[in-house]
């Protein structure tokens, strides 16, 4: 009878449930309430309404509103695209992409042209009669530079301190916090010897 352990010790670790969620496609809904999110969200806003005010004016045609409308449709469609890949988790799904560090090269690159279309834009109200609607639309074009510098300012951080990993990637609200349990059971069994 002495095969028996006198005691016997089994360690169970439960799996890490984001191993399983981030490398598939779905929706993100809470991609849409993180900050991020909403940062692009503000972006698409005023790309539009820079197009718009452009294109309401009395010269829709020049050089500059040229260059004011390639500005805000580039940023558009962009941070639309952006917005896409995160809200369908495709980010996840492809994590060998440097993600992070496209989007921080995009923001920085885009806060310069808004800088220099909101100039264009200053410039041409200046210059010209009937100019209002550039004067808001570089006006605009400057609070967009400024959401621009600032997301630029956010993934840098995130990348310089190691942002392979994005917690606004996961299924689960961003509020909830995540832990993998260990449970220990410890079982011991006696022995009883007849004479």
């Not at 100019?131 to 600032?150: D, K, N, V």
Request: with cysteine; proline share 3%; charged share 10%.
């Amino acid at each position: 009878m002495s095969d028996f352990p006198a005691s016997h010790t089994t360690t169970t670790a439960a799996p890490a449930p984001e191993a399983h969620n981030e490398r598939k496609i779905y929706v993100n809904t809470g991609y849409l309430r993180s900050d991020e999110g909403k940062l692009k969200c503000a972006h698409l806003a005023i790309c539009i309404l820079v197009f718009i005010l452009v294109m309401a004016s009395q010269h829709p045609r020049s050089n500059q509103a040229n260059w004011i409308s390639f500005v805000s449709m580039g940023g558009f469609w962009t941070s639309a695209f952006l917005l896409f890949l995160y809200v369908i988790n495709v980010v996840g799904f492809l994590s060998v992409i440097p993600w992070l560090f496209l989007e921080l090269c995009y923001t920085v690159i885009w806060t310069f042209f808004w800088f220099v279309a909101g100039c264009v834009g200053g410039d041409f109200a200046a210059r010209y009669m009937n100019g209002e609607l550039f004067a808001a639309a570089a006006f605009f074009s400057f609070i967009a530079m400024c959401l621009y510098g600032f997301n630029a300012y956010l993934n840098f951080t995130k990348w310089r301190s190691g942002g392979a990993t994005l917690p606004f990637m996961r299924r689960w609200d961003t509020s909830a916090t995540t832990t993998t349990t260990t449970r220990t059971t410890t079982t011991t069994t006696a022995t009883t010897q007849k004479y």
